[in-house]
T-cell receptor, first 112, second 110 residues
Framework: DTAVSQTPKYLVTQMGNDKSIKCEQN?????MYWYKQDSKKFLKIMFS???????INETVPNRFSPKSPDKAHLNLHINSLELGDSAVYFC???????????FGDGTRLSIL | SQQGEEDPQALSIQEGENATMNCSYK?????LQWYRQNSGRGLVHLIL?????REKHSGRLRVTLDTSKKSSSLLITASRAADTASYFC??????????FGAGTILRVKS
């Protein structure tokens, strides 16, 4: 009965590969987010969707492409992975923008 | 640039002591939120305080907000080892998003 679940938890891959991270929430929230947390714990928003519509795209390289098939799911696909993409990626959801957010436990992406 | 900045960056206290963390921000806000992140886990929402509120309590947590100084503080009373975590403030800086600070790492020694 996890509220926000993301898979996989760990992702180790080589530079140049393409990978996807999946996120699902069972809270009935309208808004979902992807964040990137770097090694210094700084959390930066990447994308936000409200009712399947993209509302935030924070100057993220176009190698990153989010997809929201329905309002309970928000997936992140990353093409041509680079060393600098190594980080922890968090999915989150909230009832609406500016409301308390519920986070998944993160996907730790390591690029070899 | 970051909207919220926490102070101190790291704090180490003994179990039973109180822990105070501060957050400063730059622009006007509608609300300010505090989150906790345990090692290897996602952020957990602790408390939301609106711009027209000065103080809010939740269990052992007390949050204050001073909009004239653009600052907030989080006080954890009678700390426990389980309170060891990183604590983040987040503000609604406009643009349909929350902006998180860099966090305070709290270590409670038993």
């Amino acid at each position: 009965d996890t509220a926000v679940s993301q898979t996989p938890k760990y992702l180790v891959t080589q530079m140049g590969n393409d990978k996807s991270i999946k996120c699902e929430q069972n809270l009935g929230h309208d808004t979902m987010y992807w964040y990137k947390q770097d090694s210094k714990k700084f959390l930066k928003i990447m994308f936000s969707y409200n009712n399947k519509e993209l509302i935030i795209n924070e100057t993220v390289p176009n190698r990153f492409s989010p997809k929201s098939p329905d309002k309970a799911h928000l997936n992140l696909h990353i093409n041509s992975l680079e060393l600098g993409d190594s980080a922890v990626y968090f999915c989150a959801s909230s009832r609406s923008v500016y409301q308390p957010q519920h986070f998944g436990d993160g996907t730790r992406l390591s690029i070899l | 640039s970051q909207q919220g900045e926490e102070d101190p960056q790291a704090l180490s206290i003994q179990e039973g002591e109180n822990a105070t963390m501060n957050c400063s921000y730059k622009t006007s806000i509608n609300n300010l939120q505090w989150y906790r992140q345990n090692s290897g886990r996602g952020l957990v929402h602790l408390i939301l305080i609106r711009s027209n509120e000065r103080e809010k309590h939740s269990g052992r947590l007390r949050v204050t907000l001073d909009t004239s100084k653009k600052s907030s503080s989080l006080l954890i009373t009678a700390s426990r080892a389980a309170d060891t975590a990183s604590y983040f403030c987040a503000t609604d800086a406009g643009g349909n998003k929350l902006v998180f600070g860099a966090g305070t790492i709290l270590r409670v020694k038993s």
